[in-house]
């Protein structure tokens, strides 16, 4: 069974940068999608970006195109989420998820693996 443990997060200003690690152990990393999806007091989990086992294609959610890069590490069994240009409507929980079957990248309920989360902050 596959765990998954990010680290990264903090309390940033706006306008400023964090990178988030995920880790996964346990399981094997390489042959799967992973994602990056985050949920704010009060709304839903919503996905922010998604990477395939390969890292030859990654989806982003409009609300963080162009500020936000999902790469991966298949040798180190890590997946990253670069935050630039934060914006206090980034502040949420971030969770890394794993993807074992086929189907819509964007959907929480298709990932099989969930890690704790980490707690991206950004004030104005």
């Known amino acids: 069974q596959v765990q998954l443990v990010e680290s990264g997060g903090g309390l940033v200003q706006a306008g400023g940068s964090l990178r988030l690690s995920c880790a996964a152990t346990g399981g094997t990393f390489s042959r799967y999608t992973m994602g990056w999806f985050r949920q704010a007091p009060g709304k839903e989990r919503e996905f922010v970006t998604s990477?395939?086992?390969?890292?030859?294609?990654?989806y982003y959610a409009d609300s963080v195109k162009g500020r936000f890069t999902i790469s991966r590490d298949n040798a180190k069994n890590t997946v990253y989420l670069q935050m630039n240009r934060l914006k206090p409507e980034d502040t949420a929980v971030y969770y890394c998820?794993?993807?074992?079957?086929?189907?819509?990248?964007?959907?929480?309920?298709?990932?099989?693996?969930w890690g704790q989360g980490t707690q991206v902050t950004v004030s104005s």
């Open positions: 990477i395939s086992s390969s890292g030859g294609s990654t």
């Open positions: 998820a794993i993807k074992y079957a086929h189907g819509p990248i964007g959907i929480a309920d298709l990932y099989d693996y």
